[in-house]
């Protein structure tokens, strides 16, 4: 069966990665959880989410590894994404996520980003780094839930997973385990309703998460803007008008007036 995602809202591109170039981001996932895990000084924190190995998920990989950046501008993914997308793809978020052993590593039904609505539509990168299938969690999902549009949700606090989908709207007898090999990548709608099991399998399940948006609005909840298709002047001219800068004195040239300011009054004191 082929999905596709503008019917489905989820398609499975096969085979993308090798295992050549998969192996040394595998060792680095490694490194990391272990890093992670043993508590150490994390340099990043103070610009990025920090990682949570508990609840089996590492933050902002990409921001941190250019290995990690490199999977995400894998060109057979943006040409998909470049059919939902269109030609200007902008990062929105990236983290690891795996399953957490002799956790409750499952993932309850949601849509992601439920809480921002408002912004403009996500659509998701999801690369297996592993063989992925039922036994070791794989994602499971209900074709075609995309088209109903954000659901009701409810928020549970202190959980990894909180803004659930309220149960009425999920209907899992139409659910399907998406099962991959290390290498394919899972393209899907934020808006497509998906979970997964909690699983006690010794298989590691780990996927490279890589969230996109368009130019409509530049959005980052954290970090630096990062570009991976587009964005050029003539398409951000279309996109966002000709409209002149509300405040033309750049920001920074403000602050070093500022600083400036306050070194005069400093003198003019002595
Ligand atoms: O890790 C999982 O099983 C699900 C993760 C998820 O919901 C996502 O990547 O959007
Ligand atoms: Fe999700």
């Given at each position: 069966m082929e999905y596709t995602v503008q019917n489905d809202g989820f398609t499975i591109l096969k085979n993308i990665f090798s295992d050549r170039q998969l192996s040394p981001v595998r060792k680095l996932v490694e490194e990391s959880v272990e890093y992670c895990e043993k508590n150490l000084n994390d340099p990043f924190e103070k610009y990025f989410l920090p990682h949570r190995a508990e609840t089996g998920v590492l933050y902002d990989l990409l921001q941190r590894n250019p290995l990690f950046l490199e999977l995400a501008s894998n060109p057979i993914i943006l040409d998909e994404l470049e059919k939902s997308l269109g030609k200007d793809i902008a990062l929105y978020e990236n983290s690891l996520v795996f399953k957490p052993k002799e956790k409750n590593n499952a993932v309850p039904w949601h849509q992601d980003f439920?809480?921002?609505?408002?912004e403009p539509i996500k659509f998701m990168a999801w690369i297996a780094l592993d063989d992925i299938r039922k036994e070791n969690g794989a994602m499971k999902v209900i074709p075609g839930?995309?088209?109903?549009g954000f659901l009701p949700w409810h928020r549970v606090k202190?959980?990894?997973?909180?803004?659930l989908v309220n149960?009425?709207?999920?209907?899992?007898?139409?659910a399907v385990y998406v099962e991959l090999e290390a290498g394919d990548v899972l393209i899907f709608n934020q808006l497509l309703l998906h979970a997964s099991d909690k699983v006690s399998s010794e298989k590691p399940r780990r996927a490279f998460r890589v969230s996109y948006q368009n130019m409509e609005k530049l959005n980052t909840p954290r970090g630096i803007p990062i570009v991976f298709r587009g964005c050029n002047p003539s398409s951000l001219y279309q996109k966002l008008g000709a409209n002149p800068r509300?405040?033309?004195?750049?920001s920074q040239f403000k602050y070093l007036l500022q600083i400036l300011g306050k070194k005069l009054i400093e003198i003019s004191k002595k």
């Open positions: 439920i809480n921002r609505s408002k839930s995309h088209k109903k202190g959980a990894a997973y909180h803004d149960e009425e709207f999920v209907e899992e007898d139409k509300k405040n033309n004195s750049p």
